[in-house]
């Protein structure tokens, strides 16, 4: 699958606020069906990146290309399932009328919309809290409904930040199945994680710190190259410390 | 000392809150000056029409500090109070003279009857009981009836501002904001989406205030009711989408609390609560870029003057110019959360 045209490609995209560099002359490509990994300490610029991805925002310099279409594009927003780092959902209202919200928005209607919100909750475990208003959630559960609500529109490409924060580990065992799920289904997936051990299960990595890009490659070639053991000293060999 | 320790942190939280502090310190010296102005003016002197009136009782008009128009007739003189170029008209009668006042202001209506009542001393008789009759109102017009309109479109304003601006606000501070565009939802329609959704909500409330205020409280309503809707519903429109306007201008609830004073405040100074004729006169001009001021404009001519679409028109024409600039505007700040 390497030899098709990549999903995500990202040229030579800065970003700055003020004088102050967010993200510097950062290039890569997300591959058809692989689940891309950004890997990268808090305030490395993960999120910042994430939403020039996405088209959320715009980059100062460089050119950011989703299914080979110059961002940001409106129409290019109904094909990517975003979950911000964090949990964006209305607290007030059930994890229902969120989905009913968002699905509105996808422009999913009728019974296509209850099968859908039925089919995502499921997938995140969350079926019989579907009428519980989300200020009743836990931390948790509201990670997974923002999870859910992601998927509910069924996107060519995922782009989750953090989705795995505060989730029990047996929880994130399922939902990284569902993950390669999804992968094996056509879906790319393109996540952020601060979490070295999760980042052996990406397809390929990489490596982000102070706005620069250290890295990309699988996990096994990142940590051979470097000469390492494990990808946290990987990351700190392409960080040019000292392992 | 421990309590010194919670001392020094609020003092370290304040200096760095310039904006608290600045609102601790100057709103209140920009609001007491704002009083002093309004209070402390000279007395109100009002504008008379004359019709054929001798030359001395005119003289000693004048010299009571009254401003003296000169009308050829009563049609003319009449036209002139229903414009309010003037606030009383008088013109020599069979028995006594005639005063003619407008009417729709108590506190107006008191400085015509004192001067006359003053002139009377100098003047004798002729003069010491004129034949009063109102334009609008009468003499038994309460103070309640002339603010009422004012206070409605008040609490209209104030309401829908600080709610609709605190909501907007959470929506950014939350991360939904982000969220919602992240979907393929056009600004535009995110902003539609707010104005459709709290004009249901200011809908009732403009229905259930003025309601009330007519027939609860029975304030002076000589007007029609679908006219009182109509500038309500425009004027929480107005405060809607400023309130989300300046809700980008806000970190926290605090902060949008703290418009009050900057915003809503001045408003109520200047919109007709006060007799504005004895402030200076750059205070009274911003009363024009200020929304509050064509509601409350509106709802005085349809209530207490009885007026129809000609008169409020324009008031009307202004609070949709507003509403329509301030969306535009709301379009244009969720800018800076996603470019397209």
């Known amino acids: ?243 | 000392m421990k309590a010194f320790a919670i001392m020094l942190r609020i003092l370290r939280q304040f200096r760095r809150d310039k904006r608290t502090l600045a609102l601790i310190f100057l709103a209140p010296l920009v609001v007491l000056s704002l009083m002093y102005l309004v209070f402390n003016g000279d007395a109100y002197k009002p504008n008379l029409g004359v019709i054929e009136l001798p030359e001395p009782i005119e003289a000693r008009l004048e010299e009571h500090g009254a401003a003296i128009f000169h009308y050829d007739g009563e049609a003319e003189a009449e036209q002139a109070l229903d414009a309010r170029t003037i606030d009383a008209y008088l013109m020599p009668g069979a028995q006594a003279m005639k005063l003619r006042l407008e009417g729709s202001e108590p506190s107006v209506n008191k400085a015509v009857l004192l001067l006359m009542s003053d002139l009377a001393d100098h003047q004798g008789a002729n003069l010491s009981k004129p034949e009063v009759s109102y334009l609008h109102g009468s003499s038994d017009m309460s103070s309640i009836d002339q603010l009422g309109p004012i206070l409605i479109g008040f609490f209209v304003f104030f309401f829908v501002f600080l709610i609709a601006g605190v909501s907007f606000l959470r929506e950014r501070t939350t991360g939904t904001l982000e969220r919602l565009l992240s979907t393929p939802l056009k600004r535009s329609e995110l902003v539609a989406g707010y104005i459709g959704g709290f004009g249901m909500f200011t809908m009732i409330q403009a229905l259930l205030i003025s309601w009330f205020c007519i027939q609860i409280l029975d304030i002076m309503m000589n007007g029609a009711f679908g006219y009182v809707l109509l500038v309500t519903l425009l004027l929480s429109m107005t405060a809607l989408t400023l309130g989300t306007l300046l809700s980008a201008f806000a970190n926290n609830e605090l902060q949008m609390i703290q418009f009050i004073p900057l915003i809503i405040v001045p408003q109520l100074f200047l919109s007709g609560l006060f007799p504005l004729d004895t402030l200076p006169g750059w205070l009274v001009s911003l009363k024009y870029i200020m929304p509050l001021t064509y509601g409350t404009e509106a709802l005085s001519d349809i209530m207490i003057r009885g007026k129809g679409w000609d008169s409020i028109a324009i008031n009307v024409v202004v609070l949709v110019a507003f509403s329509t600039i301030f969306s535009l505007l709301n379009v244009i700040a969720l800018r800076k959360h996603r470019k397209i």
Not at chain 1, 52 to 72: A, N, Y
Not at chain 1, 197 to 221: F, Q, S, W, Y
């Open chain 1, 1 to 243: 699958m390497n030899n098709s045209a990549p999903i995500v490609q990202a040229s030579h995209v800065s970003k700055s606020f003020g004088k102050k560099t967010i993200l510097d002359d950062i290039s890569l490509s997300v591959l058809p069906a692989e689940t891309f990994g950004l890997l990268g300490p808090s305030g490395s610029g993960k999120t910042t990146l994430v939403k020039l991805l996405t088209g959320i925002d715009e980059g100062s310099k460089g050119e950011v290309k989703v299914f080979g279409t110059v961002m940001p594009k409106l129409s290019m927003m109904q094909k990517i399932g975003y979950m911000a780092q964090s949990d964006a959902l209305y607290n007030e209202l059930s994890a229902l009328e969120n989905m009913q919200l968002f699905a509105s928005l996808y422009g999913i209607k009728g019974p296509v919309r209850k099968k859908r919100i039925h089919e995502v909750m499921d997938i995140v475990a969350l079926g019989p809290h579907l009428n519980k208003r989300v200020d009743q959630y836990s931390g948790g559960m509201k990670r997974r409904l923002s999870l859910a609500i992601a998927l509910l529109h069924e996107p060519p490409l995922l782009v989750l930040d953090e989705p795995t924060v505060g989730i029990d580990p047996l929880l994130r065992q399922s939902i990284w199945n569902e993950l390669k799920a999804l992968n094996a289904k056509g879906t790319t997936i393109l996540l952020t994680t601060h979490v070295m051990d999760e980042a052996n299960k990406c397809d390929r990595l990489g490596m982000i710190r102070d706005g620069k890009l250290l890295g990309v490659g699988t996990p096994e070639a990142l940590i051979e190259l470097a000469g390492q053991q494990t990808i946290e000293e990987a990351f700190i060999y392409y960080g040019g410390g000292q392992a």
